[in-house]
T-cell receptor, first 114, second 114 residues
């Protein structure tokens, strides 16, 4: 069990650029979640997948954000035309298919938009 | 809709004293409740969960939590605090009837002084 892996760990970009984050979940986990965390706040739900199907997406999520999990394994989160307000820690988590399962988090990808 | 409130931003206790970190929740269906801990520069780690059954659940590192349905609370407790327990603690709720996303509180910083 190598845990949840996120890359890159830190991304600095200029406003208006596109960025992509990758998450590799624990191999036997079929659920994958993306959250966003800013200083002083708890993780805010963005979206989640069961296998390759995106089952829920936050209504707060701008259409500049898109996530994919093409083969039900790794996932990518893309932010287009970044804004300074997008600066945050982007967290990925995975869990087993059981509804009672806890989340296993990666260490996050920190985005800084200049 | 589901939500979590952690009414205390900060809790300070002396080493060896009991500690309590408070959490209240709101959810439409059956509550699945979780506590996570975040150490500096580390990802969130699962501590314990309540799904069903005994209202007192025990978890990692000597922590326990008590589910109180009438008060919609799930307070985290430990009989004797350690300096190494100092960290940021998050409570989370998931609706057991659809078991999708988990919603997190804004966290409580626990500081244990020697």
């Amino acid at each position: 069990d190598t845990g949840v892996s996120q890359n890159p760990r830190h991304k600095i970009t200029k406003r208006g650029q596109n960025v992509t984050f990758r998450c590799d979940p624990i191999s036997e986990h079929n659920r994958l979640y993306w959250y966003r965390q800013t200083l002083g706040q708890g993780p805010e739900f963005l979206t989640y997948f069961q296998n390759e199907a995106q089952l829920e997406k936050s209504r707060l999520l701008s259409d500049r954000f898109s996530a994919e999990r093409p083969k039900g394994s790794f996932s990518t989160l893309e932010i287009q035309r970044t804004e300074q307000g997008d600066s945050a820690m982007y967290l990925c988590a995975s869990s087993s298919g059981q509804y009672t399962g806890e989340l296993f988090f990666g260490e996050g990808s920190r985005l800084t938009v200049l | 809709a589901q939500s979590v409130a952690q009414p205390e931003d900060q809790v300070n206790v002396a080493e060896g004293n009991p500690l309590t970190v408070k959490c209240t929740y709101s959810v439409s269906g059956n509550p699945y409740l979780f506590w996570y801990v975040q150490y500096p520069n580390r990802g969130l780690q699962f501590l314990l969960k309540y799904i069903t059954g005994d209202n007192l659940v025990k978890g990692s590192y000597g922590f326990e939590a008590e589910f109180n349905k009438s008060q919609t609370s799930f307070h985290l407790k430990k009989p004797s605090a350690l300096v190494s327990d100092s960290a940021l603690y998050f409570c989370a709720v998931r609706d057991g009837t659809n078991a999708g996303k988990s919603t997190f509180g804004d966290g409580t910083t626990l500081t244990v002084k020697p």
